[in-house]
Protein backbone atom coordinates (compact mmCIF):
# COMPACT_ATOMS: atom_id res chain seq x y z
CA UNK A 1 0.00 0.00 0.00
CA UNK A 2 1.18 2.88 -0.94
CA UNK A 3 2.03 5.48 2.37
CA UNK A 4 4.31 7.88 3.58
CA UNK A 5 6.05 8.19 7.21
CA UNK A 6 7.59 11.34 9.27
CA UNK A 7 9.33 9.15 12.07
CA UNK A 8 9.27 12.52 14.33
CA UNK A 9 6.01 13.49 15.55
CA UNK A 10 7.19 16.39 17.42
CA UNK A 11 10.73 18.17 16.70
CA UNK A 12 11.61 21.03 19.15
CA UNK A 13 14.53 23.61 18.19
CA UNK A 14 16.08 26.66 19.77
CA UNK A 15 16.35 29.65 17.30
CA UNK A 16 18.80 30.18 15.05
CA UNK A 17 19.24 26.48 15.18
CA UNK A 18 19.35 24.22 11.80
CA UNK A 19 16.69 21.72 11.90
CA UNK A 20 15.93 18.51 9.32
CA UNK A 21 12.27 17.06 9.75
CA UNK A 22 12.45 13.46 8.18
CA UNK A 23 9.86 11.90 4.93
CA UNK A 24 9.92 8.58 3.96
CA UNK A 25 7.73 7.06 1.14
CA UNK A 26 6.91 4.31 0.09
CA UNK A 27 8.38 3.33 -3.43
CA UNK A 28 6.70 3.22 -6.53
CA UNK A 29 6.66 3.85 -10.18
CA UNK A 30 6.53 7.35 -10.57
CA UNK A 31 6.24 10.16 -7.59
CA UNK A 32 5.44 13.50 -6.76
CA UNK A 33 6.61 14.78 -3.89
CA UNK A 34 5.62 18.00 -1.58
CA UNK A 35 6.24 19.69 1.44
CA UNK A 36 2.72 21.57 3.28
CA UNK A 37 3.07 23.79 6.66
CA UNK A 38 0.37 24.26 8.96
CA UNK A 39 0.34 27.15 11.34
CA UNK A 40 -2.10 27.13 14.20
CA UNK A 41 -6.31 27.53 13.30
CA UNK A 42 -5.26 28.03 9.46
CA UNK A 43 -4.87 25.41 6.22
CA UNK A 44 -2.42 24.02 5.14
CA UNK A 45 0.56 25.90 2.92
CA UNK A 46 2.71 24.87 -0.08
CA UNK A 47 6.31 24.81 0.86
CA UNK A 48 7.99 23.26 -2.07
CA UNK A 49 7.71 20.20 -4.12
CA UNK A 50 9.49 18.17 -6.75
CA UNK A 51 8.61 16.89 -9.95
CA UNK A 52 11.45 16.10 -11.83
CA UNK A 53 15.04 17.67 -12.23
CA UNK A 54 17.56 18.50 -9.57
CA UNK A 55 17.12 16.73 -6.63
CA UNK A 56 17.32 19.78 -4.45
CA UNK A 57 14.51 21.72 -4.47
CA UNK A 58 13.93 25.16 -2.63
CA UNK A 59 11.19 26.49 -1.19
CA UNK A 60 9.55 29.46 0.77
CA UNK A 61 10.50 30.93 4.11
CA UNK A 62 14.71 29.64 2.97
CA UNK A 63 13.25 25.88 3.05
CA UNK A 64 14.77 23.04 1.02
CA UNK A 65 14.55 19.59 0.22
CA UNK A 66 15.91 17.02 -1.28
CA UNK A 67 14.88 14.08 -3.13
CA UNK A 68 16.33 10.58 -2.61
CA UNK A 69 15.08 8.36 -4.60
CA UNK A 70 17.30 5.08 -3.67
CA UNK A 71 16.29 5.69 0.17
CA UNK A 72 13.10 6.86 -0.55
CA UNK A 73 13.07 10.07 1.29
CA UNK A 74 12.16 13.72 1.07
CA UNK A 75 13.73 15.20 4.28
CA UNK A 76 13.05 18.79 4.48
CA UNK A 77 15.77 21.66 5.70
CA UNK A 78 16.33 24.66 7.23
CA UNK A 79 19.67 26.27 7.88
CA UNK A 80 18.44 28.94 10.55
CA UNK A 81 14.93 28.50 12.14
CA UNK A 82 12.67 31.44 13.49
CA UNK A 83 10.33 31.48 15.82
CA UNK A 84 7.93 32.23 13.06
CA UNK A 85 8.37 28.24 12.19
CA UNK A 86 6.78 27.08 14.65
CA UNK A 87 4.05 25.51 12.70
CA UNK A 88 2.66 21.78 11.73
CA UNK A 89 4.59 19.96 8.77
CA UNK A 90 3.21 17.70 6.01
CA UNK A 91 4.98 15.70 3.80
CA UNK A 92 2.81 14.84 0.85
CA UNK A 93 3.62 12.39 -2.11
CA UNK A 94 1.39 11.98 -5.48
CA UNK A 95 1.62 8.72 -6.35
CA UNK A 96 2.05 7.36 -10.32
CA UNK A 97 0.13 10.67 -12.07
CA UNK A 98 -3.15 9.55 -9.73
CA UNK A 99 -5.53 12.49 -8.59
CA UNK A 100 -4.99 12.91 -4.75
CA UNK A 101 -2.04 13.11 -2.28
CA UNK A 102 -1.28 10.43 0.68
CA UNK A 103 -0.18 12.66 3.30
CA UNK A 104 2.21 11.62 6.24
CA UNK A 105 1.28 12.10 9.43
CA UNK A 106 2.55 15.55 10.46
CA UNK A 107 5.85 16.71 12.64
CA UNK A 108 5.49 19.62 14.78
CA UNK A 109 8.18 22.03 14.75
CA UNK A 110 8.14 24.06 18.14
CA UNK A 111 11.02 27.04 17.73
CA UNK A 112 12.26 27.76 21.29
CA UNK A 113 13.94 31.29 22.16
CA UNK B 1 -13.66 37.92 -0.81
CA UNK B 2 -11.70 35.85 -2.97
CA UNK B 3 -10.12 32.35 -2.37
CA UNK B 4 -11.82 29.40 -0.13
CA UNK B 5 -14.15 29.39 2.52
CA UNK B 6 -15.69 27.14 4.63
CA UNK B 7 -18.76 27.37 7.04
CA UNK B 8 -19.24 26.94 9.38
CA UNK B 9 -15.62 26.98 11.49
CA UNK B 10 -16.83 25.40 14.51
CA UNK B 11 -19.88 22.87 15.33
CA UNK B 12 -20.75 20.91 17.75
CA UNK B 13 -23.53 18.21 17.38
CA UNK B 14 -24.81 14.86 18.45
CA UNK B 15 -24.80 11.60 17.66
CA UNK B 16 -26.91 10.85 14.87
CA UNK B 17 -27.87 14.59 13.98
CA UNK B 18 -27.65 15.23 10.13
CA UNK B 19 -24.40 17.97 9.39
CA UNK B 20 -23.38 19.76 6.57
CA UNK B 21 -20.27 21.22 6.15
CA UNK B 22 -19.98 23.99 3.19
CA UNK B 23 -17.21 24.79 1.28
CA UNK B 24 -17.17 27.73 -0.96
CA UNK B 25 -14.28 28.57 -3.40
CA UNK B 26 -14.07 31.88 -6.10
CA UNK B 27 -11.62 30.92 -8.77
CA UNK B 28 -13.77 28.72 -10.13
CA UNK B 29 -11.04 25.63 -9.96
CA UNK B 30 -12.65 22.62 -11.30
CA UNK B 31 -11.04 19.97 -8.48
CA UNK B 32 -13.00 19.98 -5.04
CA UNK B 33 -11.60 17.94 -2.21
CA UNK B 34 -12.40 16.89 1.49
CA UNK B 35 -10.07 15.93 3.80
CA UNK B 36 -10.14 15.46 7.60
CA UNK B 37 -7.90 15.85 9.57
CA UNK B 38 -6.97 13.50 12.75
CA UNK B 39 -3.36 13.50 15.21
CA UNK B 40 -1.55 10.29 14.12
CA UNK B 41 -3.13 10.21 10.67
CA UNK B 42 -2.25 13.72 8.90
CA UNK B 43 -5.07 14.45 6.13
CA UNK B 44 -6.95 11.75 4.76
CA UNK B 45 -9.07 12.21 1.44
CA UNK B 46 -13.26 11.72 1.85
CA UNK B 47 -14.13 12.47 -1.45
CA UNK B 48 -13.18 14.50 -4.29
CA UNK B 49 -14.49 16.30 -7.69
CA UNK B 50 -13.23 16.72 -10.87
CA UNK B 51 -16.34 19.17 -11.68
CA UNK B 52 -19.83 19.61 -11.27
CA UNK B 53 -21.84 16.52 -11.21
CA UNK B 54 -18.72 14.29 -10.98
CA UNK B 55 -17.65 13.30 -7.95
CA UNK B 56 -15.22 9.89 -6.12
CA UNK B 57 -14.55 8.35 -3.44
CA UNK B 58 -11.34 8.81 -1.24
CA UNK B 59 -9.66 7.33 1.22
CA UNK B 60 -12.27 7.41 4.12
CA UNK B 61 -15.56 7.92 2.68
CA UNK B 62 -18.09 5.50 4.12
CA UNK B 63 -20.51 7.70 6.71
CA UNK B 64 -20.64 11.09 4.28
CA UNK B 65 -22.48 12.05 1.47
CA UNK B 66 -21.14 14.32 -0.93
CA UNK B 67 -22.57 16.91 -3.84
CA UNK B 68 -21.69 19.28 -6.75
CA UNK B 69 -24.41 21.08 -8.57
CA UNK B 70 -22.21 24.23 -9.13
CA UNK B 71 -18.33 24.38 -9.48
CA UNK B 72 -17.85 26.61 -6.77
CA UNK B 73 -19.54 24.94 -4.10
CA UNK B 74 -18.79 21.33 -2.58
CA UNK B 75 -20.94 20.41 0.60
CA UNK B 76 -20.01 17.50 2.81
CA UNK B 77 -22.64 15.25 4.56
CA UNK B 78 -22.73 13.60 7.51
CA UNK B 79 -26.45 11.88 7.00
CA UNK B 80 -26.00 10.45 10.81
CA UNK B 81 -22.69 11.85 12.50
CA UNK B 82 -21.11 9.30 14.86
CA UNK B 83 -18.39 10.17 17.86
CA UNK B 84 -15.75 8.68 15.20
CA UNK B 85 -16.49 11.66 13.30
CA UNK B 86 -15.35 14.25 15.67
CA UNK B 87 -12.50 15.85 13.67
CA UNK B 88 -11.29 18.49 11.82
CA UNK B 89 -12.51 18.95 7.98
CA UNK B 90 -9.93 21.12 5.13
CA UNK B 91 -11.93 21.35 1.66
CA UNK B 92 -9.17 22.09 -1.02
CA UNK B 93 -9.32 23.45 -4.18
CA UNK B 94 -6.80 23.31 -7.80
CA UNK B 95 -7.33 24.17 -11.14
CA UNK B 96 -6.01 21.16 -12.47
CA UNK B 97 -3.84 17.93 -11.43
CA UNK B 98 -2.12 18.00 -8.35
CA UNK B 99 1.61 17.61 -10.24
CA UNK B 100 1.25 21.15 -11.86
CA UNK B 101 -1.62 22.93 -9.91
CA UNK B 102 -0.67 24.20 -6.29
CA UNK B 103 -3.79 22.88 -4.39
CA UNK B 104 -5.36 25.58 -1.86
CA UNK B 105 -7.35 24.70 1.79
CA UNK B 106 -9.78 26.53 3.50
CA UNK B 107 -9.09 26.98 7.35
CA UNK B 108 -10.83 24.11 8.13
CA UNK B 109 -14.32 23.30 9.99
CA UNK B 110 -13.70 21.78 13.55
CA UNK B 111 -16.86 19.08 13.95
CA UNK B 112 -17.28 17.62 17.24
CA UNK B 113 -19.47 15.38 17.96
CA UNK B 114 -21.11 14.41 21.15
Known amino acids: AQSVTQLDSQVPVFEEAPVELRCNYS??????LFWYVQYPNQGLQLLLK??????LVKGINGFEAEFNKSQTSFHLRKPSVHISDTAEYFC???????????FGPGTRLSVLP | DAGITQSPRYKITETGRQVTLMCHQT?????MFWYRQDLGHGLRLIYY???????DKGEVPDGYVVSRSKTENFPLTLESATRSQTSVYFC?????????????FGPGTRLTVL
Open chain 1, 92 to 102: AVVYNYGQNFV
Open chain 2, 27 to 31: WSHSY
Open chain 2, 49 to 55: SAAADIT
Open chain 1, 27 to 32: SSVSVY
Open chain 2, 92 to 104: ASTSGGLIDNEQF
Open chain 1, 50 to 55: YLSGST
